[in-house]
Protein backbone atom coordinates (compact mmCIF):
# COMPACT_ATOMS: atom_id res chain seq x y z
CA UNK A 1 0.00 0.00 0.00
CA UNK A 2 1.28 3.50 -0.94
CA UNK A 3 1.33 5.79 1.92
CA UNK A 4 2.72 9.27 2.28
CA UNK A 5 3.74 10.77 5.73
CA UNK A 6 3.67 14.38 5.71
CA UNK A 7 5.09 15.96 8.64
CA UNK A 8 6.86 19.65 9.74
CA UNK A 9 4.29 21.85 9.74
CA UNK A 10 3.31 24.32 12.66
CA UNK A 11 3.08 27.92 13.50
CA UNK A 12 6.07 30.54 12.22
CA UNK A 13 6.31 34.59 11.95
CA UNK A 14 6.66 35.60 9.13
CA UNK A 15 10.08 35.76 7.40
CA UNK A 16 10.93 32.69 9.15
CA UNK A 17 11.30 29.01 7.66
CA UNK A 18 10.45 25.51 8.22
CA UNK A 19 11.30 22.37 6.58
CA UNK A 20 8.55 19.52 5.76
CA UNK A 21 9.05 16.26 5.42
CA UNK A 22 7.13 13.54 3.43
CA UNK A 23 8.46 10.00 4.21
CA UNK A 24 6.95 7.37 1.81
CA UNK A 25 6.57 3.38 1.58
CA UNK A 26 4.86 0.85 0.15
CA UNK A 27 6.59 1.97 -3.38
CA UNK A 28 10.30 1.58 -4.85
CA UNK A 29 10.55 5.39 -3.86
CA UNK A 30 13.35 5.86 -6.74
CA UNK A 31 10.57 5.06 -9.15
CA UNK A 32 8.27 7.96 -9.11
CA UNK A 33 8.65 11.59 -9.01
CA UNK A 34 6.69 13.55 -5.52
CA UNK A 35 5.20 17.01 -5.62
CA UNK A 36 4.27 19.17 -2.10
CA UNK A 37 1.08 20.95 -2.62
CA UNK A 38 -0.87 23.26 -0.33
CA UNK A 39 -4.90 24.09 0.18
CA UNK A 40 -5.93 26.80 2.30
CA UNK A 41 -9.57 26.90 3.61
CA UNK A 42 -11.90 28.32 0.88
CA UNK A 43 -9.21 28.09 -1.76
CA UNK A 44 -8.38 25.67 -4.07
CA UNK A 45 -5.03 23.14 -4.08
CA UNK A 46 -2.13 25.13 -5.92
CA UNK A 47 1.59 25.90 -4.73
CA UNK A 48 3.06 22.57 -6.40
CA UNK A 49 7.00 21.86 -5.80
CA UNK A 50 7.91 18.72 -7.54
CA UNK A 51 11.01 16.71 -8.17
CA UNK A 52 11.45 14.03 -10.63
CA UNK A 53 13.06 10.61 -9.39
CA UNK A 54 15.37 10.22 -12.25
CA UNK A 55 17.61 13.16 -12.25
CA UNK A 56 16.87 15.18 -9.76
CA UNK A 57 14.70 17.74 -11.58
CA UNK A 58 12.86 20.12 -10.10
CA UNK A 59 9.84 22.69 -10.47
CA UNK A 60 7.80 25.31 -8.54
CA UNK A 61 4.71 26.99 -9.35
CA UNK A 62 5.10 31.29 -9.43
CA UNK A 63 3.79 31.56 -5.72
CA UNK A 64 6.85 29.95 -4.37
CA UNK A 65 9.56 29.66 -6.50
CA UNK A 66 12.82 31.09 -4.84
CA UNK A 67 11.71 30.29 -1.41
CA UNK A 68 10.87 27.28 -1.22
CA UNK A 69 13.38 24.11 -2.18
CA UNK A 70 12.38 20.26 -2.89
CA UNK A 71 14.76 17.82 -2.63
CA UNK A 72 14.82 13.84 -2.00
CA UNK A 73 16.57 11.31 0.45
CA UNK A 74 16.76 7.78 -1.40
CA UNK A 75 18.46 6.68 1.88
CA UNK A 76 15.53 7.91 3.99
CA UNK A 77 12.59 7.80 1.21
CA UNK A 78 11.78 11.11 2.21
CA UNK A 79 11.04 13.77 0.53
CA UNK A 80 11.64 17.32 2.22
CA UNK A 81 10.53 20.68 1.36
CA UNK A 82 12.20 23.73 2.87
CA UNK A 83 10.28 26.80 3.19
CA UNK A 84 12.28 30.63 3.63
CA UNK A 85 10.52 33.76 3.70
CA UNK A 86 7.52 32.53 4.71
CA UNK A 87 4.42 34.70 4.06
CA UNK A 88 1.25 34.92 6.08
CA UNK A 89 -0.43 34.14 2.62
CA UNK A 90 1.53 30.64 2.61
CA UNK A 91 -0.76 29.69 5.29
CA UNK A 92 -2.10 26.06 4.60
CA UNK A 93 -2.47 22.48 4.88
CA UNK A 94 0.39 21.61 2.94
CA UNK A 95 0.45 17.48 0.92
CA UNK A 96 2.78 15.37 -0.35
CA UNK A 97 1.82 13.77 -3.68
CA UNK A 98 3.22 10.66 -5.66
CA UNK A 99 2.88 10.42 -9.42
CA UNK A 100 2.26 7.47 -11.03
CA UNK A 101 5.80 7.83 -13.12
CA UNK A 102 9.74 8.86 -12.43
CA UNK A 103 9.55 12.09 -14.53
CA UNK A 104 7.14 15.15 -13.70
CA UNK A 105 7.34 18.39 -16.41
CA UNK A 106 6.65 22.13 -15.27
CA UNK A 107 3.02 21.41 -16.79
CA UNK A 108 1.99 18.49 -14.93
CA UNK A 109 3.16 19.49 -11.71
CA UNK A 110 1.23 22.95 -12.25
CA UNK A 111 -1.90 20.24 -12.92
CA UNK A 112 -1.00 18.75 -9.48
CA UNK A 113 -2.57 15.83 -11.14
CA UNK A 114 -0.63 13.36 -9.02
CA UNK A 115 -2.25 9.94 -8.60
CA UNK A 116 -1.54 9.48 -4.52
CA UNK A 117 -1.73 11.89 -1.73
CA UNK A 118 -1.02 11.60 1.91
CA UNK A 119 -2.99 13.20 4.52
CA UNK A 120 -1.60 16.98 5.09
CA UNK A 121 0.85 19.12 7.96
CA UNK A 122 -0.82 22.52 8.71
CA UNK A 123 1.60 25.28 8.28
CA UNK A 124 0.65 28.89 9.65
CA UNK A 125 2.27 31.87 9.48
CA UNK A 126 1.58 34.57 11.55
CA UNK A 127 1.92 38.36 10.69
Known amino acids: EVQLQASGGGLVQAGGSLRLSCSAS????????IGWFRQAPGKEREGGSC????????YYSDSVKGRFTISRDRTKNTVYLQMNNLRPEDTAVYYC????????????????????WGKGTLVTVSS
Open 97 to 116: ARWPWAVVSDRLCKSGAAEH
Open 26 to 33: GFRFDDYA
Open 51 to 58: ISSTDGTT
